[in-house]
């Protein structure tokens, strides 16, 4: 199994990772960084101090417009919406002036009943107690999301174009090639967690929202810098909310979405506004989804230690439990035959291949019903001039490259200690014939930014191009510049021209971590 061990050592305070080339990793300082590839996009940034943050919440400003002189089932009728079957029920305990003093007794006693088993139910799935803001922060890919400048970003899956969204609640399209910006908003739209647009349409982008999904349609011709909010399908359906993550299908003909609160998966078809939920029992919800490039699977997280793979043939599924935590994040290998996933708590990456057959996955590993254990995260600790910087453990998301060539893992370190950073690490993967890892090196931003959120270009040219949001706010690209091996080569000659890469580091192109002819 690999180890950090065998990476080169993190680069020193003040540097920052600027590309990949010959096989490694370039660095420089911020200043010294050099003008923009065009195969490039421009880095952004987004101060924290030019967002006008919410001065008070809904539910802070409900009372300022409140009706005291409303009737009972006037109040019953808005608790039944605003709470649902508890609410209900305490709204006719709390006016036992106005009702039979039976009907007042019996409301009492069901909603103490009531309020045990959702106690008992709270503490076999602790997130069941866990506001909507925390329980997006929870289960979000996106690390200290609720603190976030950036909170959710997308590459558009056939264009240079991306969506953003930010902690103002607004969302924004970037287009190199155009200088219009649109900026989203909608009344809906709070509290974002993911984004995604549709797969085979330029103008479609779903988003999940704190208590319902988005579908944006923005002309990318429209010359609108903001446009209607009647742009903008709302889907919706009761008890499926706060929606921590959503998956288009590869065609772009049905829209996955889960909720932690809702045990069901919802398939929507979005052109007629309807959903059909795909419900198991266990789990306690759905927290992330990841459909596979070839659209034969599904990836379903649950907040327990289980997580289901679903074939997309007959919507049937195979339930995988995990031995600490849950699942934590995933990421499909282009054929759509690998599955790579990290589970909470655990600083280790698992694997699994699929046959041909769908819904009947096979593992890398000799155990029957059981995943491959391919990196092995712990944390490490590289001696440098600058002294010990510990590098390793929990893995917060993951990412891989559309090539099949490059892997990248967001590592959460310590915040409080300043000797274990978060930190990116990239891998070099090979999935044919056999599936191999091979160490790339860190990946690193300017001093005090941490990174946040990650993810790579899906047609970058000249290899592959990592996008990463940082915490203060900012969001650079970084080019890993190699020629694919999927790809028939007669020369260098379409390779771009790069700094000399500097001596001193090592060149681990042909150290393998780890082979399925070893495990």
């Not at 609720?146 to 607004?170: E, G, I, N, Y």
């Amino acid at each position: 199994m690999c180890s950090l061990a065998l990476f080169p050592p993190p680069l020193a305070p003040g540097r920052a990772t600027l590309c990949e080339s010959n096989n490694e990793l370039l660095s420089g300082t911020a200043s010294g960084r050099p003008q923009k590839q065009e195969s490039c996009p421009p880095s952004l940034c987004f101060p924290r101090e030019s967002l006008k943050l919410h001065s008070r919440t809904e539910s802070s400003s409900k009372a300022a417009f409140l009706d005291h002189s409303e009737t009972l089932w006037m109040r019953s009728a808005a608790a039944w919406r605003d709470g649902g079957c508890t609410g209900l029920l305490d709204e006719i305990t709390n006016s036992n002036t106005e009702v039979p003093k039976w009907l007042s007794v019996s409301s009492g006693f069901s909603l103490a009943l009531l309020r045990w088993f959702s106690s008992f139910h709270g503490s076999m799935f602790p997130h069941l107690t866990l506001s909507s803001e925390d329980m997006l922060a929870e289960f979000s890919q996106v690390l200290n999301w609720s603190d976030c400048v950036v909170r959710a970003f997308a590459w558009h899956p056939h264009t240079d174009k991306f969506a953003l969204a930010l902690l103002d609640d607004s969302i924004k399209i970037y287009n190199p090639k155009s200088g219009t910006a649109p900026t989203l908003k909608h009344r809906l739209q709070r509290s974002v967690a993911a984004l995604q647009w549709k797969p085979l349409c330029a103008s479609a982008l779903a988003a999940a929202c704190q208590n319902c999904l988005l579908v944006w349609h923005v002309d990318p011709c429209s010359l609108s810098t903001r446009p209607s909010s009647g742009c903008a399908q709302v889907l919706s359906h009761p008890g499926h909310s706060p929606v921590t993550s959503i998956a288009w299908s590869p065609s772009g003909t049905l829209l996955l979405s889960a909720s932690p609160m809702d045990t069901a998966m919802m398939v929507w078809d979005v052109a007629s506004e309807s959903c059909v939920p795909l419900q198991r029992v266990g789990g306690g919800g759905v927290t992330f989804l990841s459909w596979s490039p070839d659209g034969s699977h599904v990836l379903a997280s649950t907040p327990s230690a289980l997580f289901r793979v679903w074939e997309t043939r007959m919507w049937t599924c195979e339930r995988w439990p995990c031995v600490k935590g849950r699942c934590q994040s995933g990421c499909w290998s282009p054929d759509g035959s690998r599955l790579l996933f990290a589970v909470q708590g655990e600083a280790v990456i698992y694997a699994m291949t699929f046959s041909d057959k769908p819904g009947v996955p096979t593992c890398a590993s000799t155990g029957p019903q059981a995943a491959a254990a391919v990196a092995d995260l712990s944390e490490t600790t590289f001696n440098t001039p600058e002294g010990d910087i510990t590098v390793g453990g929990e893995i917060q998301s993951l990412s891989w490259d559309p090539t099949g060539e490059r892997l990248a893992v967001l590592l959460k370190g310590d915040p409080q200690a300043a000797d274990r950073p978060t930190i990116i690490a990239v891998f070099k993967t090979r999935t044919n014939p056999i599936f191999e890892l091979l160490p790339c090196g860190f990946v690193q931003g300017e001093p005090d930014a941490e990174p946040r959120l990650m993810q790579f270009h899906p047609n970058f040219q000249h290899g592959a191009l990592l996008t990463v949001c940082w915490s203060n706010g900012r969001i650079t690209h970084v080019p890993f510049y190699f020629l694919s091996a999927g790809v028939p080569h007669f020369g260098l000659g379409g390779s771009p021209s790069l700094p000399r890469p500097q001596e001193g580091a090592a060149d681990f192109a042909n150290q393998s971590l780890f082979t399925e002819l070893l495990s």
